[in-house]
């Protein structure tokens, strides 16, 4: 369903640059014992990232430096891995225990001095594969109690966004809304449905919002024209213009379109789910009539239910 990387990155750092947001995740993702050490002040993201220019296309990395109820500080280190399927996710763990010597360095080099500050490593699981290592870095070693002095030795804590239900990824609505929105970039059928679901009046007016679709414009393969004008109908009329002005190189040559055009089971099954989200269950006649439409007929009743008031506008312009 996905056709880069590069976008993950951006629309990452979208939903995690402000520290608001930031603090809210860290809040619902760091462990209790941790978060009951946090000051109330938001965290500050730092500059810089310290994952190499090859890999930025499988990962992405924040930097926030939060403040304690002692009055000394840590750094939370956030890393997204986009994609599992190009190495074994224990590689991952060698990259955390590198940065946090990396943030030690950079401490020490901007005339820093002891002690540093602590690192918390958190993991967003991004990838196609469920997370499955070790709670600690030690795990990945085998050693008597000899050598175990002289193997490293950090935890860390993971957000494994294949394993979180869309309900429960955040208390703030626009968080919840992007990152389902980056999980079902991975591939699901149902992703209008559960889109529409997580899309209340407070992630429309969202000033990041037209960020979200410009994601799934461009990382979405199963987004055609109609799902797009259904998702974007609550937008203002200038996002919408916005969202319609960055789509028309992906449809104007019409290959989009002619992905779905012959799939009329799943533009049958796009109407009957904008028919439903709007005006409640569809009756079985409905249901049946829909079935027997052609696509071109289907692609304008979807974008007349964008505007009409009611199931039987929907069905029957003329009708007031």
């Given at each position: 369903?996905?056709?880069?990387?590069?976008?993950?990155?951006?629309?990452?750092?979208?939903?995690?640059?402000?520290?608001?947001?930031?603090?809210?995740?860290?809040?619902?993702?760091?462990?209790?014992?941790?978060?009951?050490?946090?000051?109330?002040?938001?965290?500050?993201?730092?500059?810089?990232?310290?994952?190499?220019?090859?890999?930025?296309?499988?990962?992405?990395?924040?930097?926030?430096?939060?403040?304690?109820?002692?009055?000394?500080?840590?750094?939370?280190?956030?890393?997204?891995?986009?994609?599992?399927?190009?190495?074994?996710?224990?590689?991952?763990?060698?990259?955390?225990?590198?940065?946090?010597?990396?943030?030690?360095?950079?401490?020490?080099?901007?005339?820093?001095?002891?002690?540093?500050?602590?690192?918390?490593?958190?993991?967003?699981?991004?990838?196609?594969?469920?997370?499955?290592?070790?709670?600690?870095?030690?795990?990945?070693?085998?050693?008597?109690?000899?050598?175990?002095?002289?193997?490293?030795?950090?935890?860390?804590?993971?957000?494994?966004?294949?394993?979180?239900?869309?309900?429960?990824?955040?208390?703030?609505?626009?968080?919840?809304?992007?990152?389902?929105?980056?999980?079902?970039?991975?591939?699901?059928?149902?992703?209008?449905?559960?889109?529409?679901?997580?899309?209340?009046?407070?992630?429309?007016?969202?000033?990041?919002?037209?960020?979200?679709?410009?994601?799934?414009?461009?990382?979405?393969?199963?987004?055609?024209?109609?799902?797009?004008?259904?998702?974007?109908?609550?937008?203002?009329?200038?996002?919408?213009?916005?969202?319609?002005?960055?789509?028309?190189?992906?449809?104007?040559?019409?290959?989009?379109?002619?992905?779905?055009?012959?799939?009329?089971?799943?533009?049958?099954?796009?109407?009957?789910?904008?028919?439903?989200?709007?005006?409640?269950?569809?009756?079985?006649?409905?249901?049946?009539?829909?079935?027997?439409?052609?696509?071109?007929?289907?692609?304008?009743?979807?974008?007349r239910a964008l505007e009409a008031a009611s199931?039987?506008?929907?069905?029957?312009?003329?009708?007031?």
């Amino acid at each position: 369903m996905t056709r880069g990387s590069s976008h993950h990155d951006h629309i990452a750092k979208t939903l995690l640059g402000r520290p608001a947001t930031a603090a809210t995740f860290l809040r619902e993702r760091l462990p209790p014992a941790i978060v009951a050490l946090m000051s109330p002040d938001p965290p500050v993201r730092l500059s810089g990232s310290f994952i190499d220019s090859d890999q930025r296309d499988s990962d992405t990395d924040l930097l926030c430096r939060i403040g304690l109820r002692s009055g000394g500080c840590a750094l939370a280190q956030v890393l997204i891995e986009h994609d599992g399927r190009r190495r074994p996710t224990s590689a991952v763990l060698s990259k955390l225990l590198r940065y946090i010597a990396l943030t030690g360095e950079d401490h020490f080099a901007s005339g820093g001095k002891p002690p540093l500050p602590p690192v918390i490593p958190l993991v967003i699981c991004h990838g196609t594969r469920p997370w499955a290592e070790p709670p600690d870095y030690s795990g990945l070693y085998d050693v008597g109690p000899e050598l175990a002095p002289f193997v490293p030795k950090f935890a860390y804590t993971v957000f494994d966004m294949r394993t979180t239900v869309d309900e429960e990824r955040s208390c703030d609505p626009f968080l919840r809304f992007g990152l389902a929105v980056m999980k079902l970039a991975r591939g699901r059928r149902d992703f209008r449905r559960r889109l529409l679901a997580l899309a209340t009046d407070e992630v429309d007016r969202d000033d990041r919002i037209v960020q979200l679709f410009i994601y799934m414009i461009n990382v979405y393969t199963d987004l055609d024209r109609p799902t797009l004008d259904m998702l974007a109908a609550p937008l203002s009329k200038e996002e919408r213009d916005e969202v319609a002005t960055m789509a028309q190189r992906l449809y104007a040559d019409g290959k989009a379109d002619g992905r779905a055009e012959g799939r009329t089971e799943g533009k049958t099954e796009l109407l009957l789910e904008m028919l439903e989200y709007r005006f409640g269950p569809v009756p079985n006649e409905v249901r049946s009539r829909v079935s027997r439409l052609d696509p071109g007929s289907i692609t304008l009743m979807v974008r007349r239910a964008l505007e009409a008031a009611s199931l039987e506008q929907a069905l029957n312009p003329r009708k007031d």
